[in-house]
C-alpha cells in the first residue's frame, strides 16, 4: 500500500508517505531500496500538522544517516546524525 502512495504522490508531497515507505524498507532489510526516497526531503512547513509527520518528521534524519554510512559515505552520514541530534536537542 505505501509503494502505490508513494508511486502516485510528489517527492515533497505533504503526505510523507515516501519516507514511511523507506523505513519500512530499512527495518525489512532493503537499505539500498530506501535510499532514493529519503534524498529529497522537504522541511515541514510551520503551522498545521500534517498526518502521520510525526512520524516521518525528525526520524528521516536517523534513516538518512544509516543509508548514507551503508553507502560509504561517512561525511553525509554525520551532518544528517548532527541534524537529528539538534532536533532532539541534546
Same mark, same amino acid.
Given at each position: 500500500?505505501?509503494?502505490?502512495?508513494?508511486?502516485?504522490?510528489?517527492?515533497? !508531497?505533504?503526505?510523507?508517505?515516501?519516507?514511511?515507505?523507506?523505513?519500512?524498507?530499512?527495518?525489512?532489510?532493503?537499505?539500498?531500496?530506501?535510499?532514493?526516497?529519503?534524498?529529497?526531503?522537504?522541511?515541514?512547513?510551520?503551522?498545521?500538522?500534517?498526518?502521520?509527520?510525526?512520524? !516521518?518528521?525528525?526520524?528521516?534524519?536517523?534513516?538518512?544517516?544509516?543509508?548514507?554510512?551503508?553507502?560509504?559515505?561517512?561525511?553525509?552520514?554525520?551532518?544528517?546524525?548532527?541534524?537529528?541530534?539538534?532536533?532532539?536537542?541534546?
Amino acid at each position: 500500500m505505501l509503494e502505490d502512495l508513494t508511486t502516485k504522490s510528489s517527492p515533497l !508531497s505533504p503526505d510523507r508517505s515516501s519516507v514511511l515507505l523507506a523505513w519500512a524498507l530499512f527495518e525489512t532489510g532493503r537499505v539500498h531500496d530506501a535510499a532514493p526516497l529519503l534524498a529529497t526531503y522537504g522541511v515541514p512547513p510551520p503551522g498545521l500538522e500534517e498526518p502521520f509527520a510525526a512520524l !516521518s518528521f525528525p526520524r528521516v534524519f536517523q534513516l538518512k544517516s544509516v543509508v548514507l554510512e551503508k553507502e560509504g559515505r561517512p561525511r553525509e552520514a554525520a551532518e544528517a546524525r548532527e541534524v537529528l541530534r539538534r532536533l532532539a536537542g541534546k
